[in-house]
C-alpha cells in the first residue's frame, strides 16, 4: 500500500518524458527561388509542387528529385497539383498556367489580371481563382482554362481554397472576413477572423482554417462557428490541413512551424530558417513539408510527433483508470480492514460531526485552490518549459543548470548576501538600541511617547516612503545632495542610484535609523519580560548599566534575537518591492535580485517554468534556514 | 544628590538620543509634509525653507488623480478583511472548542502552510488566477488576501478562543441555544478585540501590498493605490514634485485613520503574531 504513492508518482514522471521531437529528414533548395510561396502535395502523395518568387514552378517527386521545372514571367503566386498530375500555376505575369503530368503546356490562359491565388479539387472539376483587384471569384474550366463563372464577393480577395472533394470553396477578403461559396457561385455564408487574414485551409467536411496577422490560427466549423484558436510567436504565413484533416500545420514570420491538433493543443513546434512561408502535408500525415524565405523545402520527419501526442492521450486513460482502480481498491481494503478491528464506529462520529465539516469547508476551500495548488504547481513545473495554453514540456533540470549560468542570478546572489549581511545588522542592533533606552527611561509617560513616536512611521503606505527615498536620492532635487551642499560638501554630491558602485548602497541605506516596529515592540516586550529582582541583584552586587546589558538582557533576549533573524532572512530574501520601486534591478545588473530575476522571467520573458525553478531555489534555500532553526531551537532548549 | 544629578543627567542623555532618532524616522514624513506645498521653483530654490506661500492646490491636484485608487484599495481592504474575520473565526472556533475525527490532520494541514514561502507560490498563484480568468477583477485581490489571510486568522482566533471559559457556552446550551446561536451570540461578541486586530492588520496588509496587484491587474480604474502611486504621474501628466508629494500624504490618510483608531490593536496582532510564531 505504501508503494502506491511512488508507483503514481514515476508513472506521471514518465508521461512528461514521452519524447516529441521531430527531425529534419531532408531538405530540397531550389536555386534563386528566393520566397517559397506556395506548396502543394498531390492527392497519391507522388508529387509536390512547389511556387516561388524567383518565378519558377517546380515538380518534384516525393525522393525530392525535380520532375521538370517551368518559368514565368513574374512571381508564381500559387500552385494546384490534380489528379491526373496536371499542375496549375498562377503567377502575377497575369496568367493561369496549367501543364500536364510530363511538362508540357496544356493551356496557357490569360486572366488580364495578376493572378493572386488558385486552387482546386483533387479531379479538377472546380478550379477557383482569385485575381487582383477584382471583387469576384473566378471559376475556371480546368480541362480548357475558359473561365466559366464567377462568384460576388463584393470586396477584394487575397486568396481561395478548394476542400479536396471540391464540396468546399472558401475566399478570404482582405477586410479579414472569409466567404464559404457554393458551387454554384452563391455565397453561402462569411464570417470574419480576428486579424488580417494571410493564409487559410479548409478540409473535405468544411472545416476552415484561418492564419492571421494578430499571431493566431483559428478554425471555424462549416457554420462559421469559430470552435478552436491556437496562439503562435509570430504572424502565421501559412497554414495547412493533413488530408484527413484530423492535423493541422502553420508556419509563421519568425520561421517557426507548429503542428496542432484539432483540441486546441500545439503537438510540436520547431524553428527552422528566417521566415516561414509554406507549409503542406504529405497524404499520410507523417511529413510536413515546410517552405522557407530562402528557397528551402524541409521535409520534415513528424510521424513520432504525432504518434507520441496518441500515446501520450492513451498512456493518459490508461493512468486514469489505473489510479481510479487503486484507489477503489485501497478504500475498499481500508473498509475491510476496519471492519475486522470494529472500527466502523468513526463513520458515525464522522457523520455527527457533519456540521463542523461544513464549517471548516469554505476556509479549506480555498486552502487547498488558491495555496497548496499553486505550490506544488510551482514545484512540479520548475521541471517544464512552462507555457500555459500551449505546449508545456518536460525539460529535466534544465532550469535550474540555467540558473547557475544566469548572470543575472550569481550577480543577484552576491547581491543578496550582502542584503543579508547588512539587513540583519539593521533589524537587530538599531530596535535593540532604541528599545534599551526606553526601557531605561524612568518616565512611564516618556517610554508611551516615545514608543508611539517611532510607530507614527507606519502611517505612509510602503511604496509611498520607497517613492520618497527615491527622491531623497534625486541627483539635483533630492535631500541628500542639498544637505552635502548645505554642510560644504557640494563636492561629495552624486546620482546615488544612477552610479551602479553606490546604487546597492542607497538601497541599502534606505529607512535610515532602521528603527523596525516590529523589532523594537519585540524586544521592548522582551526585556518588560525580564525579572526585576534579577537585575536589582546584578546592581547589588556593583554590576554597571553595561554589565546588567551583556550579561543579563542579551541572553534572556535569545528567544527574541532567533526569531528575528529567521524572520529577517525569509523576509529578505523574499523582498524586492523596494528594488522594483527604485532601481528596477538597474542600472545595469548592480541591484539584481534573483527574487526580482524571478519577477522578470515571468512577466517580461514569460519564462513561467524558469520563474518557478527560481522560486522553487528559493523556497528551498528558506526551508532549510527554518529546518536548521528548529534543530537549533531543539538543542538550545534541551 | 550626586546620584540624583548623575541619574537625571543620563535620563536627559537618553531623551535627547531618542529625540533625534525619532526626528530621523520621522524626517520622510516631515520632508513629504513640507514638499506637498511647494512648487518645482519654490523646492529647486527654496530646497530648505518653509512653503511660502504655500501651494494648497497641489492637494487638489493630487486628490483629483489618484482617489479612484484610494477607493478602490479600500474597497478591496474592508472586502477581504471581512472574509479574513469570518473564516477565521468558524475556523478558529472548531479548532479550538470542538473535537472531531481528523482535527490534528486538518490542523496540521494549515500549519504547514505557514512554511510555503510566498515568492514559491507568486507566479504559480498567478497562471492560477488567470486561467480561472480572475485576473483584471477585484477578485483577484479580495479572494487572495482572503486565502492567505485566514491562516494567521485561525491561529490568532483558535489561541483567543481557547482561553474562553466552556462553561460559558455549555450554560447557554443547556437553556437551550442551538450552536449557531451559540457561535453569534457569544463566540463572536468576546472575541471582539481579537476580530479587530485581526482586521486591522489584514487591511493595512492589502493597503501597502504592491507586487500581486501589480503583476495581477492591468485596468488602471481597478488598480490599488501602492501602483497607482508609481503610475499616476505619466497617467495624468503631473510634472510637478509638489503634486507627487501631497498624493503621497493624501494616501496616508486611510492609514492614519485606521491607526489613529486601533493602533492598540494592531500593536497587539504584530506582537502576538510574533510570540505565536
Known amino acids: ?638 | 544628590m550626586n546620584i540624583r544629578e548623575h541619574l537625571n543627567l543620563r535620563q536627559v542623555t537618553i531623551v535627547a538620543i531618542l529625540a533625534i532618532l525619532v526626528f530621523l524616522t520621522l524626517v520622510p514624513i516631515l520632508f513629504m509634509i513640507v514638499s506637498s506645498l511647494k512648487s518645482n521653483a519654490q523646492i529647486l530654490g527654496n530646497f530648505w525653507g518653509l512653503p511660502a506661500p504655500a501651494r494648497w492646490g497641489n492637494y487638489a491636484e493630487a486628490l483629483n488623480a489618484i482617489w479612484r485608487y484610494i477607493l478602490n484599495t479600500v474597497g478591496y481592504a474592508v472586502a477581504g478583511s471581512v472574509c479574513v474575520m469570518l473564516l477565521s473565526a468558524v475556523s478558529g472556533y472548531l479548532f479550538a472548542k470542538k473535537t472531531f475525527p481528523g482535527k490534528e490532520v486538518l490542523f496540521l494541514m494549515m500549519l504547514a502552510i505557514m512554511m510555503i514561502p510566498g515568492i514559491l507560490t507568486l507566479i504559480p498563484s498567478y497562471v492560477l488566477y488567470e486561467n480561472m480568468g480572475l485576473t483584471n477583477t477585484p477578485w483577484v485581490i479580495i479572494v487572495s488576501s482572503a486565502a492567505g489571510g485566514q491562516i494567521f486568522g485561525t491561529f490568532l482566533c483558535r489561541t483567543y478562543m481557547a482561553g474562553l471559559p466552556s462553561e460559558l457556552f455549555e450554560a447557554a446550551r443547556m437553556d437551550g441555544a442551538a450552536e449557531l446561536r451559540v457561535f453569534l451570540r457569544i463566540v463572536v461578541p468576546l472575541s471582539l478585540p481579537i476580530l479587530a486586530t485581526l482586521f486591522i492588520m489584514q487591511s493595512v496588509g492589502v493597503y501597502n501590498d504592491y507586487i500581486w496587484p501589480l503583476l495581477t491587474i492591468r485596468d488602471s480604474d481597478l488598480q490599488v493605490i501602492s501602483v497607482g502611486l508609481t503610475i499616476f504621474t505619466k497617467q495624468f501628466g503631473v510634472t510637478d514634485l509638489g503634486t507627487r508629494f501631497a498624493a503621497y500624504a493624501i494616501s496616508s490618510v486611510p492609514l492614519l485613520l485606521i491607526f489613529s483608531f486601533g493602533m492598540k490593536y494592531y500593536i497587539q496582532g504584530m506582537t502576538q503574531g510574533a510570540l505565536k510564531m
Do not use: C
Open chain 1, 1 to 638: 500500500m505504501r508503494r502506491t504513492p511512488w508507483i503514481l508518482l514515476t508513472l506521471m514522471l514518465l508521461l512528461g518524458v514521452v519524447p516529441g521531437a521531430a527531425s529534419a529528414a531532408e531538405e530540397w533548395a531550389i536555386e534563386g527561388a528566393g520566397d517559397i510561396t506556395s506548396i502543394n502535395a498531390s492527392e497519391d502523395g507522388a508529387r509536390l509542387a512547389v511556387g516561388t518568387h524567383g518565378s519558377k514552378a517546380v515538380v518534384f517527386d516525393k525522393d525530392g528529385q525535380a520532375l521538370y521545372e517551368k518559368p514565368a514571367k513574374n512571381v508564381i503566386t500559387d500552385v494546384a497539383l490534380l489528379d491526373d498530375g496536371t499542375l496549375l500555376a498562377a503567377s502575377d505575369d497575369r496568367h493561369l498556367y496549367a501543364y500536364d503530368s510530363a511538362g508540357g503546356v496544356r493551356w496557357d490562359a490569360d486572366m488580364k489580371r495578376q493572378v493572386k491565388s488558385v486552387s482546386a479539387s483533387n479531379d479538377g472539376s472546380v478550379v477557383a481563382v482569385v485575381v487582383q483587384r477584382s471583387n469576384e471569384l473566378l471559376f475556371v474550366n480546368g480541362q480548357t482554362g475558359e473561365t466559366t463563372g464567377s462568384a460576388a464577393i463584393g470586396t477584394v480577395m487575397k486568396t481561395v481554397r478548394v476542400s479536396g472533394n471540391g464540396e468546399w470553396i472558401v475566399a478570404a477578403a482582405a477586410d479579414q472576413f472569409l466567404h464559404l461559396v457554393g458551387k454554384d457561385g452563391q455565397v453561402l455564408r462569411k464570417f470574419g477572423a480576428g486579424g488580417q487574414i494571410a493564409s487559410i485551409a479548409v478540409t473535405d467536411d468544411g472545416d476552415t482554417a484561418v492564419g492571421t496577422n494578430a499571431n493566431q490560427v483559428e478554425l471555424f466549423d462549416a457554420e462559421g462557428r469559430k470552435t478552436a484558436s491556437y496562439g503562435t510567436r509570430d504572424s502565421v504565413s501559412a497554414v495547412a490541413f493533413s488530408n484527413d484533416g484530423k492535423l493541422l500545420g502553420g508556419a509563421d514570420l519568425s520561421g517557426n512551424f507548429y503542428i496542432f491538433d484539432r483540441n486546441g493543443k500545439k503537438l510540436w513546434e520547431e524553428k527552422e530558417g528566417q521566415a516561414g512561408r509554406a507549409v503542406e502535408f504529405a497524404p499520410d500525415g507523417k511529413t510536413l513539408y515546410a517552405g522557407t524565405d530562402d528557397g528551402r523545402i524541409l521535409k520534415l520527419d513528424v510521424g513520432s510527433v504525432v504518434k507520441g501526442a496518441e500515446n501520450e492521450a492513451r498512456m493518459k486513460t490508461l493512468l486514469w483508470t489505473v489510479a481510479a482502480a487503486v484507489i477503489v481498491a485501497a478504500i475498499a481494503l481500508l473498509l475491510f480492514y476496519m471492519k475486522k478491528r470494529n472500527k466502523l464506529g468513526i463513520f458515525r462520529e464522522i457523520w455527527r460531526a457533519k456540521w463542523i465539516y461544513l464549517g471548516l469547508a469554505p476556509s479549506f476551500l480555498l486552502i487547498f485552490v488558491f495555496l497548496y495548488y499553486p505550490a506544488f504547481s510551482g514545484l512540479f513545473h520548475s521541471l517544464y518549459k512552462w507555457q500555459p495554453g500551449g505546449t508545456t514540456t518536460f525539460i529535466g533540470l534544465d532550469n535550474f543548470k540555467r540558473m547557475i549560468h544566469d548572470p543575472y542570478v550569481t550577480k543577484g546572489f552576491g547581491n543578496l548576501l550582502i542584503l543579508i549581511v547588512t539587513g540583519l545588522i539593521k533589524t537587530l542592533i538599531p530596535p535593540l538600541i532604541v528599545a534599551e533606552l526606553i526601557y531605561h527611561l524612568r518616565s512611564k509617560k516618556l517610554q508611551y511617547g516615545f514608543r508611539t513616536a517611532f510607530t507614527a512611521s507606519m502611517v505612509i503606505p510602503a511604496v509611498a516612503g520607497l517613492l520618497i527615498w527615491q527622491n531623497f536620492y534625486d541627483p539635483n532635487m533630492g535631500l541628500f545632495n542639498n544637505f552635502l551642499q548645505l554642510i560644504g560638501l557640494g563636492s561629495w554630491a552624486h546620482g546615488w542610484l544612477g552610479d551602479p558602485k553606490t546604487a546597492l548602497w542607497a538601497l541599502i541605506f534606505i529607512g535610515f535609523p532602521f528603527v523596525g516596529i516590529l523589532q523594537l515592540l519585540v524586544f521592548y516586550a522582551g526585556l518588560l519580560a525580564i525579572p526585576g529582582e534579577l537585575t536589582e541583584s546584578a546592581k547589588m552586587d556593583g554590576a554597571n548599566l553595561w554589565r546588567i546589558v551583556r550579561s543579563i538582557h542579551l541572553p534572556m533576549l535569545s528567544g527574541q534575537f532567533k526569531f528575528l533573524i529567521i524572520l529577517g532572512l525569509i523576509g529578505i530574501i523574499q523582498d524586492f518591492n523596494g528594488i522594483m520601486i527604485v532601481t528596477g534591478g538597474g542600472p545595469m545588473d548592480s541591484t539584481y535580485v534573483p527574487a526580482l530575476q524571478m519577477y522578470y522571467a515571468a512577466t517580461k520573458f514569460s519564462d513561467l517554468g524558469y520563474a518557478s525553478a527560481l522560486g522553487v531555489s528559493m523556497f528551498a534555500v528558506i526551508l532549510a534556514i527554518t529546518i536548521i532553526n528548529m534543530k537549533f531551537i531543539k538543542s538550545a532548549d534541551d
